[in-house]
């Protein structure tokens, strides 16, 4: 058997496994989405520590802010945005995806492309 | 005195490589006479880092640095390690490692003459470009103004028996591209044969490995000193020694098909031209002070332009002479879907991608900065959602990649391989069930074991076993993959399925663990040489005679006026248990218990890939 076979097995396993995971975890209680939050938010007064991590009182008191929030039924991007107006957007670990940030988020997978590419053409030419 | 004959000596050192650097061209020297001097210099240069480590020991204060920096009333060790605990010492740390490097390689054998020497020329001129640093801008030997009997004291969280060695075996890595860095650029004056690619190899695994050792030690004091209860924070220092890392992976890998017949010359010069300049760049970011973190130590503008200076002229002059003097083209490579040399081209690729986004998200903050005038943070999610899904592939692929044909697509026995993918998924997801289910938690835990299933599986049926050094060495590959793979699993399981339970307690409660049951002794305060802990005092499953203690808490360093927090960590090799003590509020106290399971994995996977990476180095 080549492996190329064994590679597209490999592939279909992942992706259907991939399906089936999303599928699998759709509801989160408000604990841990406050978790998944703060886990992404940098403590203001502390030394590259996510909020979720610190125990510092800035920490405890985004915390607290932002269970409230969640319990008044507003969404990640809502907080997230209230966040951003108060103390800009270094307190965001994940960095938005806008015009300034676009590079940023687009680099690695431009790259990718383009070796995926390369590699595709080497490939051919040593068939021919 | 002591500060005297470290700087004269110093300074000698710096001499005599300006002298050997001119001796190409004016003075022709015999082989003999030329390592004599390359080796005086080295040693001229420890006798100066040593004599720093004297004035440390003996709290010499009319020593600027060592006022600075040191107290009399330390534990001996931090005396010692104090001497690199700031920035100046650990530039005089950084240059002995240089020298050191040197000195070793003028004893290689089996190596033509003129290449030798022109190598070690290259480190003359890197000697000197760091030793002016030293001097100009972060001198060690500076003479205190006033007189005192009293240092200011060394910052409490570097004190700490892990971060003691944690700087030196870190710059084994980084200064250990030197040489690599050195040896390509010989290589592309020579252009003459293929020898220097064996010996390119040898020190790039020797840099790799320690650089490996390094970034895991720091890593460990960062998991049981910081006590945030994690290992990894994608903190830019962090990022800074990973990039180095993973370009020498990539580095160490394509040294291998030499092996094979095609040669790719060109691009091993590239790596190892990157990996050097990654290792100068990395320093220039930590010590101009355009990152803040324990390892910036005071920041100066000045030697931040200077090493940007040094930083300019090594790349420079690396990527110049490779431009101009580029490597005879060598023959195309063999690429085939799928062989050894594709695997190995597609490790490089991913290897490299995964390097540049970690550049760029490391700089991307002090980008934006300079042209909006605005502060962003580029933290672990981006990291997390790029570099690891980039890396996939190559965790994939590596699995089998040692036993690949260099030359056609087939692979044997490859149908034991997709059943045992198959039956390993299928158990993978069946044990996630019980856990909650998560997808990194999935992937990771099924990339894991699939590289430690296929390297078994390969080791058994490609080659007969027998237990001699030999055979150790044949596997080699198969065994540092493995090593890759259990770390993967030790990531997986502490990040994703770590625990945490929170607890406000009084003296003498009890609480519940794991359904084991600790007892919440008391609290302790005691005066130790140069601090003051507090302790909070555990006893984990008292239902057992042999109940284990754990102790966890603060300490106070009157010095300099800090806190730090000390976690107490019940280490089992499934799991470790993370005590932290917090604050006291209303009588009781806050204590925060993490589960972390499978740390040990982690540490049992570098310790791995350390071994296999000495068993490489000490091939052919």
């Known amino acids: 058997m080549k492996l190329s076979h064994f590679f597209k097995i490999v592939n279909i396993t992942i992706i259907s496994f991939t399906i089936f995971t999303f599928k699998v975890c759709a509801v989160e209680s408000i604990d841990e989405r406050v978790k998944n939050l703060t886990l992404e938010l940098r403590c203001m007064t502390c030394q590259n520590q996510s909020i979720y991590d610190s125990d510092a009182e800035f920490s405890n008191d985004i915390k607290k802010i932002v269970k409230q929030k969640f319990e008044e039924g507003e969404s990640d991007r809502d907080i997230k945005k209230f966040l951003v107006e108060r103390y800009g957007e270094y307190i965001l670990f994940r960095p938005l995806i806008n015009y300034n940030n676009i590079f940023l988020w687009s680099f690695p997978f431009i790259l990718l492309v383009f070796s995926l590419f390369f590699v595709i053409i080497k490939t051919k030419r040593n068939k021919a | 005195m002591s500060s005297l004959v470290g700087f004269l000596s110093l300074v000698f050192a710096i001499g005599i490589n300006f002298y050997l650097l001119l001796s190409r061209y004016i003075f022709k020297f015999q082989k003999q006479k030329f390592n004599l001097f390359i080796r005086l210099s080295s040693l001229l240069t420890l006798l100066s880092f040593f004599s720093l480590m004297y004035a440390y020991v003996v709290s010499d204060f009319s020593n600027y640095n060592v006022f600075q920096n040191s107290h009399s009333n330390k534990p001996l060790i931090y005396k010692i390690s104090g001497t690199w605990g700031n920035h100046e010492g650990s530039m005089l740390l950084w240059l002995s490692i240089l020298s050191i490097f040197s000195f070793f390689f003028s004893f290689t054998k089996n190596i033509d003459e003129s290449f030798q020497r022109l190598t070690l020329i ?397 007892l919440f002794e008391k609290i302790e305060t005691t005066n130790e040489i140069n601090f003051q802990s507090l302790r909070g005092k555990f006893l984990f499953d008292i239902e057992k005679n042999q109940s284990k203690e754990i102790e966890a808490g603060k300490n106070y360093y009157p010095v300099s006026k800090m806190i730090t927090s000390e976690a107490g960590i019940l280490h089992q090799w499934n799991k470790d248990i993370y005590f932290i003590l917090g604050d006291q509020k209303n009588n009781e106290w806050f204590v925060k218990v993490l589960i972390n399971p499978f740390v040990s994995f982690i540490w049992l996977g570098v310790i791995i890939m350390v071994y296999s990476g000495l068993m490489a180095v000490s091939r052919r």
């Not at chain 2, 250990?176 to 220097?196: C, H, K, P, R």
């Open chain 2, 122 to 518: 290259i480190q003359s001129l890197l000697h000197i470009l760091f030793g002016l640093f030293i001097v100009f801008t972060s001198n060690p030997f500076l003479v205190n103004s006033i007189l005192v009997n009293e240092g200011l004291g060394l910052n409490p969280i570097l004190q700490d028996p892990g971060l003691a060695v944690h700087p030196p075996i870190l710059y084994g890595g980084y200064v250990g591209y030197s040489i690599v860095f050195s040896i390509a650029i010989a290589g592309l004056f020579q252009n003459t044969d293929d020898e220097w690619l064996y010996v390119a190899k040898k020190w790039s695994l020797i840099s790799w490995t320690f650089l490996t050792g390094g970034i895991a030690l720091g890593s460990y004091w960062a998991y049981y000193e910081l006590g945030w209860g994690g290992w990894w924070f994608w903190d830019p220092v962090e990022n800074i020694s990973l990039m180095p890392w993973i370009a020498g992976i990539a580095l160490v890998h394509s040294l291998m098909m030499v092996r094979g017949e095609q040669a790719i010359k060109k691009w091993i010069v590239f790596l190892s031209i990157l990996c050097f300049s990654l290792s100068v760049f990395g320093t220039f970011l930590v010590r101009s002070g355009i990152l803040t973190s324990v390892h910036s130590f005071a920041a100066d503008a000045s030697r931040g332009i200077f090493i940007l200076l040094i930083f300019f002229i090594v790349t420079g002059f690396g990527f110049l002479v490779f431009l101009l003097k580029e490597p005879k083209k060598s023959n195309a490579l063999n690429l085939l879907f799928i062989n050894k040399v594709s695997a190995l081209v597609i490790n490089n690729i991913l290897m490299i991608i995964a390097t540049l986004t970690i550049l760029l998200g490391t700089i991307y903050p002090i980008i934006i900065e300079v042209l909006y005038n605005k502060r962003i943070s580029v933290g672990g999610p981006y990291f997390n959602s790029t570099v690891i899904p980039i890396m996939i592939p190559g965790f994939l692929l590596m699995s089998v990649a040692p036993i690949l044909s260099w030359q056609t697509n087939k692979i044997n026995n490859s149908k034991k391989y997709v059943l045992a993918f198959i039956i390993l998924s299928v158990l993978v997801l069946i044990q996630s069930y019980f856990l909650d289910f998560n997808t990194w938690g999935f992937v990771g835990l099924l990339l894991g074991f699939w590289i430690i299933l296929a390297s078994i599986i390969a080791i058994f049926s490609s080659y007969i076993i027998k237990f001699n050094i030999k055979f150790f060495k044949i596997i080699n590959p198969h065994v540092a993959h493995i090593g890759v793979g259990i770390a993967i699993i030790g990531i997986t399981c502490s990040s994703v399925f770590q625990n945490e339970l929170d607890f406000n307690l009084n003296e003498g409660d009890k609480f519940n663990v794991n359904g084991k049951t600790v």
